[in-house]
């Protein structure tokens, strides 16, 4: 069975930091870019940042870049994403996912997601 399960996520102040992980099985993991999403009460699910198999490429929403970062540790099958500077405009549930093989902006496998909430 493929799963990833994300975990990491509270409460946070405006200005603090979180660090989120994913844990995918291998088929979900290997050789895969993967992804971080969030979706927001009342807002569609939104793209947050992606990251080359070997994390030489990743690509950042501008409305994060400069803020998060993400990395990951083959070796654990886990996908990082580390939150600084967080804002209120952040809170959202958050998933990680498998970059599709056949489409350029598909994903395969999801996540359960996990809840950040900045406080303001």
């Known amino acids: 069975q493929v799963q990833l399960v994300e975990s990491g996520g509270g409460l946070v102040q405006a200005g603090g930091s979180l660090r989120l992980s994913c844990a995918a099985s291998g088929r979900a993991f290997s050789g895969r870019t993967m992804g971080w999403f969030r979706q927001a009460p009342g807002r569609e699910r939104e793209f947050v940042a992606r990251i080359s198999w070997r994390g030489s490429s990743t690509y950042y929403a501008d409305s994060v870049k400069g803020r998060f970062t993400i990395s990951r540790d083959n070796a654990k099958n886990t996908v990082y994403l580390q939150m600084n500077s967080l804002k209120p405009e952040d809170t959202a549930v958050y998933y990680c996912?498998?970059?599709?093989?056949?489409?350029?902006?598909?994903?395969?496998?999801w996540g359960q997601g996990t809840q950040v909430t900045v406080s303001s």
């Open positions: 996912a498998t970059h599709s093989t056949m489409a350029d902006n598909a994903y395969d496998y």
